[in-house]
């Protein structure tokens, strides 16, 4: 009988501690990306639940009560059936792009995670241009829409795409001179760097105060970035069926409705980042750890109250554009590009100006 030698030594080489150790360097590194994404599910889930309960308590209105204790599993139970049901494609519309198109969508929003700081350093990649990061992957999620409404073979579909690279356009160019001038005051574009700028006088610190032309424009821009009512003109019921979600069905469309929470959670956060003080607890004078009678606040207590104090302003912030939805009527596709175009952007370049030059005076 004849043993192969390499291959018994493959075996032991596998078998070594040096190989265990990238084994588990492996596993840690995946850790923090699958934490992210688990929260993130859990995100847009309680997102769902309280736009639903927000929409029930604006119209009076019961709201979901029977999946879980005050319907908090009807989000999940929703998401599951989609998952089960039949995913039909058009029989003549180009399929590759069909497919593709809702991957493009949640992925480019997904990677908008990767700059966003839930503390100090409690941030997956603290890059030096954070925030222009994430208006460039923004800018991915249009182009997956409009391949969805070009592969789907369907007019109102197109005609959704269409009016969502429109949109989106239209409304990032004011976006991004309001970004710029968060930057110029706080001498940087890492968004940590932009947290810490504000942590230094508390809540009267907060960027909201030094930039409330600009916050006006960030929030509306942001509202047709999420495609929100007044906003959602690419997916008009009335006018285009469903938009480019016409001809989908199952997992693909669950993709395009995971995909537009996830967008407003993103929204949110960087609302919370740029303008209200991030992580920081904020008011002045008074500390966390004073108030529970300890000595410093760090390790797993103070990463702990540094997400809750994140996740508690962005959804008290959510509350604007849930209860937006249901009180302004949606505008014409007209009304809405001279929005962007003739208004938005002049206000958002005059901030720009003035913050330069304020910056300027100050040297």
Known sequence: MIIDTTKVEAIHSFSRP?????????????VPIFTTVFGIIIGVLVIVWLERQISAGVQQRIGPEYAGPWGILQALADGTKLLFKEDLRPSRGDIRLFSIGPSIAVISILLSYLVIPFGYRLVLSDLSIGVFLWIAISSIAPIGLLMSGYGSNNKYSFLGGLRAAAQSISYEIPLTPCVLSISLLSNSSSTVDIVEAQSKYGFWGWNLWRQPIGFTVFFISSLAECERLPFD???????????????????????????????????????TVLYLGGWNFSIPYISIPGLLGINEMGGVFGTTISIFITLAKAYLFLFIPITTRWTLPRMRMDQLLNLGWKFLLPISLGNLLLTTSSQLFSL
């Open 18 to 30: 040096e190989s265990l150790k990238e084994v588990y360097e492996l596993i840690w590194l995946l």
């Open 233 to 271: 003109l690419p997916e008009a019921e009335e006018e285009l069926v469903a938009g480019y979600q016409t001809e989908y069905s199952g997992i693909k469309f669950g993709l395009f409705y995971v995909a537009s929470y996830l967008n407003l959670l993103v929204s949110s956060l960087f609302v």
